[in-house]
């Protein structure tokens, strides 16, 4: 524009000249004066068809400028919120060597897919998709791909958040944490997976929030267990098999929870949770004979108080989780169960276990973590008049190992899990764990 205003003064400077010199007329011939002028025409034709070209010129860098600022237009629309997703996920392989006859196996245990969406500052969208033993074909056992967590949680206000969906139930230490550089071993401790059956998940609402102090509370009511699904070979896993997991869940009964963890002092958190609801789904459970759960409660009522310390080079932990699950002759008949059977139902069933790890050991730049926890649990303390309990249901476990960590997401994991009772399940386990 600059160089336009240029030209145009130009222009003017040369017509006031000619004007002057055709007004003033100085000694000069008629001749002169025209061989002049026609050479001041020629210089201005020569001006316009300048001015006419930088016109162009500018037009189509004008046009350039535009279409280059639709296609910005156009990778934002395209992109628009990208920014506001985040992906992540966890997997853990490992090779179990039993000490016993049972078989040793390589497998990769678990790959989980996290994908979250903030669609603003207060409202956002978490969720979780599993693949176990690394294959699901043509219906074979084994493998499995579920979604974990599917849920939007929304802040109400500043310390208070609602959640609805599919939601892991906030009991235990690892049931909500339980990535593998998060706990020590490359399996879950006996207790958060007997007695609390881990991931255990559930669709329900709920409310969470934390005060100043540093206690933080949660609160909600879910879909619960079908007792219906309970079977033959389920009592040494605790109500773990009754667990449907958000697919097409009957919902003829509720389940409740409330508990908190306190964090005032750093590096500790310690709490509780307590969850009960009736699992017999008016007879309309997914199992086997679930009619004859039609005329009873089942109720289930799951409780734990757990503590960490997780400061000054150490990690200590403990948990005690326990049970109780009614009408279980009703739940037994559904299942199958004759009278006298050590594979009852159990009416009540609990467990505990102590943990110590040591975080102050470095091999070069790598941290390497001795630890040790010993487990007590029983899945069948007691079962309905008429059954009988199965001794193999209660052990003790010690566990030994060290977890190695490559970097704080990802763990190499060697440990020792001696078992009193089922000796047979003693084994040496080498793995690897990693989140992101």
Same mark, same amino acid.
């Given at each position: 524009m600059p160089g336009l205003f240029r030209l145009q003064q130009v222009s003017m400077i040369c017509l006031v000249s000619a004007v002057v010199l055709l007004v003033a007329k100085p000694s000069w011939a008629d001749d002169d004066?025209?061989?002049?002028?026609?050479?001041?025409?020629?210089?201005?034709?020569?001006?316009?068809?300048?001015l006419k070209t930088q016109?162009?010129?500018? @037009?189509?860098?004008?046009?350039?400028?535009?279409?280059?600022? @639709?296609?910005?237009?156009?990778?934002?629309?395209n992109t628009v919120g990208l920014k506001d997703t985040s992906i992540g996920g966890y997997a853990e392989l490992n090779w179990a060597n039993f000490d016993g006859d049972k078989k040793d196996e390589f497998d990769v245990q678990r790959f989980i897919i996290f994908l979250g969406h903030s669609?603003?500052?207060?409202?956002?969208?978490?969720?979780?998709?599993?693949?176990?033993?690394?294959q699901v074909k043509g219906g074979e056992d084994g493998g499995e791909v579920a979604m974990e967590q599917a849920y939007?949680?929304?802040?109400?206000?500043d310390g208070l958040n609602m959640r609805a969906?599919?939601?892991?139930? &906030?009991?235990?230490?690892?049931?909500?944490?339980?990535e593998p550089p998060v706990f020590y071993g490359m399996e879950r401790n006996n207790i958060e997976t007997k007695i609390i059956p881990s991931t255990w998940r559930e669709i329900g609402f709920g409310l969470n929030g934390k005060t100043m102090g540093g206690l933080e509370y949660f609160l909600g009511t879910t879909t619960t267990p079908d007792a219906s699904k309970f079977t033959n070979s389920s009592a040494s896993s605790g109500f773990k098999k009754m667990r449907v997991s958000g697919k097409q869940v009957t919902a003829n009964d509720m389940g409740?929870?409330?508990?908190?963890?306190?964090?005032?002092? &750093?590096?500790?958190?310690?709490g509780g949770t307590i969850w009960t609801g009736n699992t017999a789904q008016n007879g309309q459970g997914k199992g086997d004979d679930e009619e004859l759960l039609a005329n009873v409660d089942a &109720?289930?009522?799951?409780?734990?108080?757990?503590?960490?310390?997780? =400061?000054?080079?150490?990690?200590?932990?403990?948990?005690? =989780?326990?049970?109780?699950?009614?009408?279980?002759?009703a739940i037994n008949a559904s299942a199958s169960i004759a009278a006298g059977s050590d594979d009852a139902a159990p009416e009540e069933f609990s467990g505990w276990y102590v943990e110590a790890g040591y975080k102050g050991f470095m091999v070069g730049d790598y941290n390497v973590q001795p630890f040790a926890r010993y487990a007590d649990y029983n899945t069948q303390e007691s079962v309905a008049t008429?059954?009988?309990?199965? &001794?193999?249901?209660?052990?003790?476990v010690l566990t030994y190992g060290i977890s190695w960590y490559l970097e704080p997401g990802v763990v190499l994991k060697l440990d020792h899990m001696d078992f009193d009772v089922n000796g047979g399940n003693d084994a040496t386990n080498i793995g690897i764990g990693w989140m992101f």
């Open positions: 004066v025209n061989t002049r002028i026609e050479s001041l025409e020629q210089e201005l034709l020569q001006l316009k068809e300048m016109s162009e010129v500018q @037009e189509e860098t004008m046009d350039a400028i535009e279409s280059q600022n @639709e296609v910005v237009r156009s990778i934002e629309q669609f603003s500052d207060k409202t956002r969208m978490m969720s979780e998709i599993e693949f176990e033993h690394a939007i949680e929304h802040t109400i206000k969906g599919l939601q892991i139930v &906030p009991i235990g230490l690892i049931n909500e944490y339980h409740y929870y409330v508990g908190f963890n306190y964090k005032g002092i &750093p590096g500790l958190k310690w &109720p289930l009522t799951i409780w734990d108080l757990h503590a960490q310390y997780d =400061a000054n080079d150490w990690k200590l932990s403990a948990l005690y =989780a326990a049970g109780t699950l009614g009408d279980t002759a008429g059954f009988i309990t199965n &001794p193999n249901n209660a052990d003790t």
